[in-house]
């Protein structure tokens, strides 16, 4: 199974950035493909941005431009470099496998509020 603890979430200003991480565990890490996921009140958890153990990348339109995934899997850590944020980037930001699996355990997210 699959653990993940995600932090760098904060309290921004429209325009500003701000760094995610997500330290996964597991010995098969580096074969997966990953994926930043968000969820804000009221609104399902929707898939933000992947990468696979290759290194290509995905993203969905509203953040193309201003987000970037990437990851170490030496350190087992991925990441999300969050340019330009947005109020509707405001969420609950989760990291998981491209396609979750019940056998792993969802993490407590990282809170993203972008506000002036």
């Known amino acids: 199974q699959v653990q993940f603890v995600e932090s760098g979430g904060d309290l921004v200003q429209p325009g500003g950035s701000l760094r995610l991480s997500c330290a996964a565990s597991?010995?098969?890490?580096?074969?997966?493909?990953m994926a930043w996921y968000r969820q804000a009140p009221g609104k399902q958890r929707e898939l933000v941005a992947q990468?696979?153990?290759?290194?290509?990348?995905n993203y969905v339109n509203s953040v193309k431009g201003r987000f970037t995934i990437s990851r170490d899997n030496v350190k087992r850590t991925m990441y999300l470099q969050m340019n330009n944020l947005k109020p509707e980037d405001t969420a609950v930001y989760y990291c998981?496998?491209?396609?979750?699996?019940?056998?792993?355990?969802w993490g407590q997210g990282t809170q993203v509020t972008v506000s002036s």
């Open positions: 998981n496998l491209l396609v979750p699996r019940r056998l792993d355990s």
């Open positions: 597991g010995s098969l890490f580096s074969i997966y493909t």
């Open positions: 990468i696979t153990n290759g290194g290509t990348t």
